[in-house]
């Protein structure tokens, strides 16, 4: 399950990103606030978890620069997002975590790290 995460992408993303993180992480839509709709974007839940994806003008993907998306069940997450086609490249170079990174569908890098247990 998802902790937490924000994110600012490019305007006109809003149906890939709506098919990525309702498809891949499978999360759920919500709907935004009118005032905050009429300004693009869109939101998604799983659980606790809020996730707000504002649109930006000049938007260039973050592809080092990234955020951590603390995860359960990490070996699980990766095989979902592998099966729904996301790219995962492993890495064991964070001692003390199994962890992972993905790219979303406008190029920006998501890290997936978790505790070793």
Do not use: W
Request: proline share 11%; glycine share 10%.
């Amino acid at each position: 399950m998802l902790v937490a995460v924000d994110h600012v992408r490019p305007a006109g993303s809003e149906p890939r990103l709506r098919a990525f993180h309702e498809g891949v992480p499978g999360m759920t839509e919500i709907p935004k606030p009118p005032v905050l709709a009429a300004r693009g974007g869109c939101r998604f839940a799983a659980g606790r978890v809020r996730l707000h994806l504002s649109v930006e003008a000049g938007f260039r993907p973050a592809r080092k620069a990234h955020p951590g998306l603390r995860v359960s069940g990490i070996h699980d997450y990766a095989a979902r997002l592998e099966k729904r086609g996301a790219p995962v490249a492993r890495d064991d170079n964070l001692p003390g975590h199994r962890r992972f990174s993905t790219q979303d569908p406008v190029g920006n890098r998501l890290e997936f790290p978790a505790p070793l247990e």
